[in-house]
Structure formats: structure tokens, C-alpha cells
Nanobody
Framework: QVQLVESGGGLVQPGESLRLSCAAS????????MSWYRQAPGKERELVAG????????NYADSVKGRFTISRDNAANTVYLQMSSLKPEDTAVYYC????????WGQGTQVTVSS
């Protein structure tokens, strides 16, 4: 059974950090481009960061550049999103996506940034 399971979300104050994890099972992420998306209430889902199969040249949304870092550990079959200097506008459900021929999504993890 193919699954992507996100974890690491929670409630933090502005300026704090979180690390999200996306653990894959039922397939090997090494052959997949991986990315993180987020969806805030009342807004469309948007791309946050993406990383190629090799891990080189990650791309980021302008709103998170310099604050978020995407990485992958193919041996662990896991993708990460390190989020620093969090802002209230980063509040959203964060989703992991895997793409090759098929597209797989995780169920999401809530991140809330509030004082």
C-alpha cells in the first residue's frame, strides 16, 4: 500500500522553527520528485518547496526563500522541510507530494504560527 505520512506539525510562536517529515511506504522515493505544498483556510493549495530525485537545485516559493529548507534522505525513504523564522502567514496544512508518472499525496499536517 502506497502511503505518504507527514509529521512534525504543531503550534509554535512567530520566529520559532519546526521540522516536518514525510515518510513514504509502498514505493521508493529515490525515483520521485518530491515537494511540499500548503493550504491555508480559504486559499488554494500552493507549492512551498520542491526537490529533484538527486536532491540538487531545490526550488522554493518566494515567500519562504531563506527560511525553509527541503531535503531528502532516500535511504530513509523520507523527505523533510526545515522551517525557520516562522510567521503567522505560514499557518496552513502542509502536504507532501511525490511525482513520477503517478502523483501521490499525504494526508497533511497542521502548522499553526501564533502568539
Amino acid at each position: 500500500q502506497v502511503q505518504l505520512v507527514e509529521s512534525g506539525g504543531g503550534l509554535v510562536q512567530p520566529g520559532e522553527s519546526l521540522r516536518l517529515s514525510c515518510a513514504a511506504s509502498g514505493f521508493t522515493i529515490s525515483m520521485y520528485a518530491m515537494s511540499w505544498y500548503r493550504q491555508a483556510p480559504g486559499k488554494e493549495r500552493e507549492l512551498v518547496a520542491g526537490i529533484s530525485t538527486s536532491g540538487g537545485s531545490p526550488n522554493y516559493a518566494d515567500s519562504v526563500k531563506g527560511r525553509f529548507t527541503i531535503s531528502r534522505d532516500n535511504a530513509a525513504n523520507t523527505v523533510y522541510l526545515q522551517m525557520s523564522s516562522l510567521k503567522p502567514e505560514d499557518t496552513a496544512v502542509y502536504y507532501c507530494r511525490a511525482v513520477r508518472v503517478r502523483v501521490y499525496w499525504g494526508q497533511g499536517t497542521q502548522v499553526t504560527v501564533s502568539s
